[in-house]
């Protein structure tokens, strides 16, 4: 969901870094354009393992059961999924797949920060066939042990199939793990298990091994080692207008940074020594205080300054554009 960053603040932030995403590729797992006019909110990212460089996406509220499949190679939906068997999705912010082959869908925003007391994750196989499906899904109750929260990433681990979802708060949130196996018909309580920056979105790389989790301006790296967080390192991440999602490509050599709007771009960016490199796509470094200053680890005193000063050019960006229009008014 649209946050304290605007449209016109976003412009201004991608003139001032000079980081306007690069060209999209001709081929599978390259950056593209999201073509198709239905997706407008573009909220969480997945990338298919059994159908290679398609990504499964969803808008953000007020669209009803739906899941996409977007081909990569033309920024095209060639599957539209129907979700039956659940109730009204109110936020649905992530998407993540599983070891078991289904897709886990996160009916987890929460823009009053509290006013749910329980939020719901709905899960379905993922299609063998891409085509235009209605399929039953499971929907699972979720409740958090420390009380009701905002969230927009959900994370299901590549190897032990638990869930984990982090909170979003400016402030600094929590990273939240499920029981071992999420069941119907009872409450499943997702219990505080470390602490992340304002998080947007996350993934897990393929081998499980680093917890990779984004935000507004920046994106960091996390060891992730019998459910804990270690250690974390800055990530190369893109600036976009409404930083939404992020996925690991299916084969792990990068990974995929989505944004909200029209016709909005998914960037590549390439991983080299598990950290995003920006490979061909030459996208900024970026990041807002937050996320740099409450990993987990070691972060560096170099990535706090980097997101220092990008936080001065957001507001300087945004303080420009809000000088312009009460001039041009006063014109």
């Known amino acids: ?31 593209f354009t999201i073509e198709d006019p239905r997706i407008t909110e573009s909220s969480g990212l997945a990338a298919s393992r059994t159908h290679p460089g398609i990504y499964w ?30 109730g009204e999705p109110r936020d649905v912010e992530a998407i993540s797949l599983g070891p078991d082959g289904d897709l886990y869908v996160g009916d987890i925003g929460d823009n009053l920060n509290g006013s749910w007391d329980h939020v719901w994750i709905y899960r379905f196989p993922e299609p063998k066939e891409l085509k235009d499906a209605t399929v039953r899904a499971t929907q699972f109750d979720v409740k958090y042990a ?30 939240y793990e499920g029981p071992e196996k999420l069941t119907t018909g009872a409450v499943n309580v997702f219990r505080r298990v470390g602490e992340v920056p304002w998080v ?49 490509t299916a084969d792990g050599s990068a990974l995929m940074f989505g944004s909200e709007g029209k016709q909005s771009d998914v960037v590549r960016v390439d991983v080299e020594n598990g950290r995003g490199s920006g490979g061909g796509q030459s996208p900024s470094r970026g990041g807002d205080s937050s996320a740099s200053s409450a990993g987990a680890g070691s972060g560096g005193s170099g990535d706090v300054k980097g997101t220092t000063l990008t936080g001065v050019l957001v507001l300087a960006g945004i303080g420009f554009l809000v000088f312009m229009g009460r001039r041009r008014k006063g014109n």
């Open 200 to 248: 947007t979105d996350g993934a897990f790389s393929p081998d499980g091994k680093e917890l990779v989790l984004r935000s507004y301006f920046s994106a960091r790296g996390y060891v992730f080692e019998n459910g804990r967080l270690g250690a974390d390192h800055a990530i190369s991440a893109p600036l976009q207008r409404q930083a939404e999602s992020v996925t690991y």
């Open 57 to 86: 996406t969803h808008n953000d509220s007020d669209d009803g059961p739906y899941v996409y499949a977007v081909d990569s190679r033309t920024g095209k939906t060639v599957a539209t999924i129907t979700m039956k068997g659940v």
């Open 146 to 175: 420390d009380g009701p929260r905002n969230a927009e990433a959900l994370m299901v681990h590549p190897k032990t199939g638990r869930v984990y979802i982090a909170s979003k708060n400016e402030d600094g949130g929590g990273l």
């Open 1 to 31: 969901m649209p946050s304290y960053l605007t449209v016109s603040g976003a412009v201004a932030l991608l003139l001032l870094a000079g980081a306007a995403p690069a060209v999209a590729g001709d081929g599978a797992d390259q950056s």
